[in-house]
């Protein structure tokens, strides 16, 4: 079993950053691989990054290449996303996942559990 809580979201202008973390607790951590999703008022939940266990390989939706960089502290139970040069377009409310698996996935339905969510707001 292991338990997310997100922080780090909030309101910022278009053009800033914001840095999100996900705590996790519970037994080997490094054992799961993490994603970020997200879900726009009136929108599904869509991808927005993934990362492996190990860290050695990250998956990112389109949209947020070059812009977002997802990470992991395998010390600190924590995965990050840090979100720089954000848009009106990404305001959603941010979700962390974990799949106990090695490898990250894309898919909302390969991950086994869900944080409850942290807000991000992206002002024009």
């Known amino acids: 079993q292991v338990q997310l809580v997100e922080s780090g979201g909030g309101l910022v202008q278009a053009g800033g950053s914001l840095r999100l973390s996900c705590a996790a607790s519970?037994?080997?951590?490094?054992?799961?691989?993490m994603g970020w999703f997200r879900r726009a008022p009136g929108k599904k939940r869509e991808f927005v990054a993934a990362i492996s266990w190990s860290g050695s390989s990250t998956y990112y939706l389109d949209s947020v290449k070059g812009r977002f960089t997802i990470s992991r502290d395998n010390a600190k139970n924590t995965v990050y996303l840090q979100m720089n040069s954000l848009k009106p377009e990404d305001t959603a409310q941010y979700y962390c996942a974990a799949r106990q698996a090695a490898s990250g996935s894309t898919w909302e339905v390969d991950f086994d559990y869900w944080g409850q969510g942290t807000q991000v707001t992206v002002s024009s």
């Open positions: 519970g037994r080997a951590f490094s054992r799961y691989a």
